[in-house]
């Protein structure tokens, strides 16, 4: 069984500073973990993914995520905060790297003020 | 990176009726699956559409409720059976092509309202 937990339903920055989602996942197997994004209308978007390689992955948009096994995390961070970015972000586990399907956190709504 | 295209994008049904949302995609995939998000909720697995059987559905998710065809390779479709005003929802496809390197695609999702 897997399980991911999103720590914040609200993230709320301004325009320029850095950006953290909290996410910690629970999994009987060794997981591979996603964000993904979601804008208003659209649909769904890869930022990064961990497949058991380098702990730190780098997504699109300078985002990156740090893999924590001894915390069961995989925090969303950007340094800098661009009116663009405000959007639904999902984190995302899978046992078998997305062959049977992904188990979706409940999303965190990252707010940007100007 | 991989086109998946879903039909309808939206629709508005009557309760009791059933509709047929419809996923292809651009190239053969291993593995296909069927989301389900509801107004102002996550995504929650419903199945993963299996080529040439039947398909595998997650708890709390029936074959009667949502049956489930996938023909070949590169085509899928999910039956949202015996409507209700619950199950207004965005319905998502989604494909797997398997490999360390590779990602789930997702449809634009179809937004079914219920009334």
């Known amino acids: 069984a897997q399980s991911v937990t999103q720590l914040d339903s609200h993230v709320s920055v301004s325009e320029g500073t850095p950006v953290l989602l909290r996410c910690n996942y629970s999994?009987?197997?060794?997981?591979?973990l996603f964000w993904y994004v979601q804008h208003p209308n659209k649909g769904l978007q890869l930022l990064l993914k961990?497949?058991?390689?380098?702990?730190l992955v780098k997504g699109i948009n300078g985002f990156e995520a740090e893999f924590k096994k001894s915390e069961t995390s995989f925090h969303l961070t950007k340094p800098s905060a661009h009116m663009s970015d405000a959007a639904e972000y999902f984190c995302v586990v899978s046992a078998g790297g997305g062959a049977d399907g992904l188990t979706f956190g409940k999303g965190t709504h990252l707010i940007i003020q100007p | 990176s991989a086109v998946i295209s879903q039909k309808p994008s939206r629709d508005i049904c009557q309760r009791g009726t059933s509709l047929t949302i419809q996923c292809q995609v651009d190239s053969q995939v291993t593995m296909m699956f069927w989301y389900r998000q509801q107004p102002g909720q996550s995504l929650t697995l419903i199945a993963t559409a299996n080529q040439g059987s039947e398909a595998t559905y997650e708890s709390g998710f029936v074959i009667d409720k949502f049956p489930i065809s996938r023909p070949n390779l590169t085509f899928s479709t999910l039956t949202v059976s015996n409507m209700s005003p619950e199950d207004s929802s965005i319905y998502l496809c989604?494909?797997?092509?398997?490999?360390?390197?590779?990602?789930?695609?997702f449809g634009q999702g179809t937004r079914l309202t219920v009334v």
């Open positions: 989604s494909a797997y092509w398997g490999g360390v390197n590779t990602e789930a695609f």
């Open positions: 999994s009987s197997y060794s997981p591979s």
């Open positions: 961990y497949t058991s390689a380098a702990t």
